[in-house]
């Protein structure tokens, strides 16, 4: 059974900064040594998309619309993964999601299996 649990979001003005926490549980010591982690985010009436994903390698890719502006932080020891939003925009409001996958090739986000419920992120004046 595999778990992802997203929380941090919340309302901020236009230039803020927030940080989002994944935590994650599977019947294995390391979840980030089987798993492929990422973010993602869903804006309203949108389809969802990929911000950043994570391999078992820790091979990080970002998408370029917040590679400048997001920070993804990976705690294998905490089973937690962070994303540190900094210089947030109007746009970035959506709801953010964490997502696991354990097949082979998960640059995609057609790869990712497990889901958390998501987090909102409001960014307005």
């Known amino acids: 059974q595999v778990e992802v649990r997203e929380s941090g979001g919340g309302s901020v003005e236009p230039g803020g900064s927030l940080r989002l926490s994944c935590a994650t549980s599977?019947?294995?010591?390391?979840?980030?040594?089987?798993?492929?982690v990422g973010w993602f985010r869903q804006p309203p009436g949108q389809p969802r998309e990929s911000l950043v994903v994570?391999?078992?390698?820790?091979?990080?890719t970002y998408s370029d619309s917040v590679k400048d502006r997001f920070t993804f932080i990976k705690d294998k020891a905490e089973n937690t993964v962070y994303l540190q939003m900094n210089s947030l925009r109007p746009e970035d409001t959506a709801m953010y999601y964490c997502?696991?996958?354990?097949?082979?090739?998960?640059?995609?986000?057609?790869?990712?299996?497990?889901w958390g419920q998501g987090t909102e992120v409001t960014v307005s004046s």
């Open positions: 997502g696991l996958s354990r097949r082979p090739f998960c640059r995609h986000i057609s790869s990712y299996e497990y």
């Open positions: 994570s391999d078992r390698t820790d091979k990080t």
């Open positions: 599977a019947r294995i010591e390391s979840v980030f040594d089987t798993y492929c």
